[in-house]
DNA sequence: TTAGTTGCAAACTCTTTGCATTTAG
DNA sequence: CTAAATGCAAAGAGTTTGCAACTAA
């Protein structure tokens, strides 16, 4: 953890941008969060709970200075609510999302699923893929036996 | 056009909604438009040229409704704005886009791709997919010529 | 020392809502 | 006739910005 501050710091450094301690407590919370998605509200509580004199100001441009840094990725979900998402360690894409339309939950895919995708876009299409944002929707594990142990008949043929 | 106005017509009827001048105003706004990718906004103020007296509210609640119903699709490409796209008929699934990053265009794909992939997703992670976005990030066909002919000398290992 | 950063409050943008009035079916 | 829909203006939610005070490097 602290070697991820510390390359997050060099990072900033490097474009004469300073680690103030706002901007660490602010990755701190990214970095014990990680398996979230947490929106710009979300890390601010959190952040306020290490840094009580923080403003959520401060936490927009943090997370807007992060992301062009391509330190966290922002998503939206489609509620309007932008998330933030630390990028992994020599991520080269983004990763995929299944979001349970009956809970909410997210769960992430770190595979890359898209390459052969990919390759099918930039040879028929001609467009050059720098980037890609794949969500499922749909009913996860835990939604799925719960309907079933309800006794729901939705005849499942699969 | 007039029997697709027809069919949305019955799908409210079916469920007792009304079909009001200012809804079959935006209809056809959405329908003269299914290139585009409009913004609640966009829509607002095309509709108003048939029918000036429409309130921008309206406009908001029609797009909902046709969004419940499943004749439209709300996206979001990033920026804080929803837009909204009809869905083609019969189309099972919500088709693809491709945004370049230079110049902003949207392309659209209909085609299919994710097949091979949910089956993987229902397998591996017992997520039973109901819909998806994708979406590509990147440089579409216009922006890479007009790289090259400006002479951006970035090697270009292709 | 000083360019960069902060907190605050006010401003902004997009979207939703309350309500009196109107209207499609 | 009446439940549903409309227009307007006001309210909400999320995000951005101006500015004087502050601070990391």
Redesign the interface.
């Known amino acids: 953890m602290e070697h991820r501050i510390e390359r997050i710091k060099k990072h900033l450094h490097s474009q004469s941008y300073k680690l103030t301690p706002q901007r660490e407590a602010t990755v701190r919370v990214l970095l014990e969060n990680e398996e979230d998605h947490l929106s710009a509200e979300d890390v601010y509580l959190l952040v306020k709970e290490k840094a009580p004199e923080i403003g959520l100001a401060t936490v927009y441009r943090t997370l807007e200075l992060l992301s062009e840094l391509k330190i966290v990725d922002?998503i939206?979900f489609?509620d309007?609510v932008s998330r933030y998402d630390l990028r992994k360690e020599g991520a080269e894409h983004f990763h995929h999302h299944?979001v349970?339309?009956e809970c909410g939950s997210v769960?992430e895919?770190e595979e890359d699923?898209?390459g052969d995708?990919?390759k099918?876009?930039e040879g028929e299409?001609?467009?050059?893929?720098?980037?890609?944002?794949?969500?499922?929707?749909?009913?996860?594990?835990v939604c799925?036996k719960a309907a079933v142990s309800s006794g729901s008949n939705t005849s499942s043929h699969n």
Do not use: M, P, S
Not at 126 to 140: E, M, N, S
């Open positions: 922002k939206n489609g309007g299944l349970c339309i769960e895919i699923l898209l995708v990919e099918l876009i299409w001609g467009f050059q893929v720098k980037d890609h944002r794949l969500t499922f929707h749909g009913i996860c594990r799925q």
